[in-house]
């Protein structure tokens, strides 16, 4: 029931503000996701340093679909280009690479960077920053419901049988969600995991993130008293 003496184990971020980062410029939106990449990589530098164990990032939801198919288009490219290509930086500073989100819907280049990426991970220990893309919490909870009933053969199942079907199981629970940009919703991510997480948002746009950013939010974590229901 008292505050917290470090920082979160697991941290979500909801990247937001790429587009008007780059409308601010006078950039097209394309120049605010790249942008945005470089933010990321500083954000699990930082995170490590901090002692966050896991980091997921909301990169791409279910609902992006809906934007031009231009845009989901380069960011499809950005993601094959970029992802496996940053084996090295991974590498050096240990951190492993995870995906969560219903992938079997993605294009084929995205899942093979994927997988590819995952595996030449798997043996990084500092840190794990969970990529989540064609993710969506309503939809991960279909799923894992379909699957434990499945797995079950009853026409009902319990939270400990869900919570085994969810998309990375065995990471801890989320402790706090972020988002950037000033904008204050959830918008559709970790909704199961999320029910005891602590929330904060922040003004700056995501491009714009970076070592202090990750700062504040341990020291924020640390002022939080999570009761989980009871009582302090």
């Known amino acids: 029931m008292s505050k917290s003496a470090s920082g979160p184990t697991h941290l979500g971020i909801i990247m937001d503000g790429n587009g008007r980062w780059a ?16 933010a990321l990589k500083r954000v699990i530098i930082e995170a490590k340093e901090q002692g966050i164990e896991v980091v997921t990032f909301y990169t791409f939801s279910t609902e992006n679909w809906k934007r031009s198919e231009q845009e989901v288009s380069y960011l499809m490219h950005l993601i094959v280009s970029k992802l496996h290509g940053e084996l090295a930086f991974y590498n050096r500073h240990g ?4 995906a969560r989100g219903d992938l079997s819907a993605l294009p084929q280049p995205v899942q093979e960077a994927i997988a590819k990426t995952e595996a030449a991970t798997q043996s990084n220990s500092a ?4 990529i989540a893309i064609n993710y969506g919490g309503r939809d991960e909870i279909c799923r894992a419901v379909g699957k434990a009933l499945a ?14 079907h969810l998309d990375l199981p065995d990471l801890p629970p989320v402790d706090m969600i972020v988002r950037s940009a000033d904008e204050q919703r959830l918008s559709n991510f970790l909704l199961w995991e999320s029910a005891y997480a602590e929330l904060a948002f922040y003004e700056k746009l995501w491009p714009e993130w970076g070592r202090e950013e990750i700062q504040a939010i341990c020291q924020e ?5 999570r009761k989980f229901g009871g009582v302090e």
């Open 127 to 130: 840190i794990t920053a969970v």
């Open 221 to 225: 974590y640390r002022l939080r008293v």
């Open 151 to 164: 797995a079950s053969g009853k026409q009902s199942v319990t939270e400990e049988e869900i919570s085994q």
């Open 23 to 38: 409308k601010r410029r006078s950039l097209p939106r394309t120049a605010g996701h790249v942008e945005g990449l470089k």
């Open 95 to 98: 951190i492993r690479i995870r």
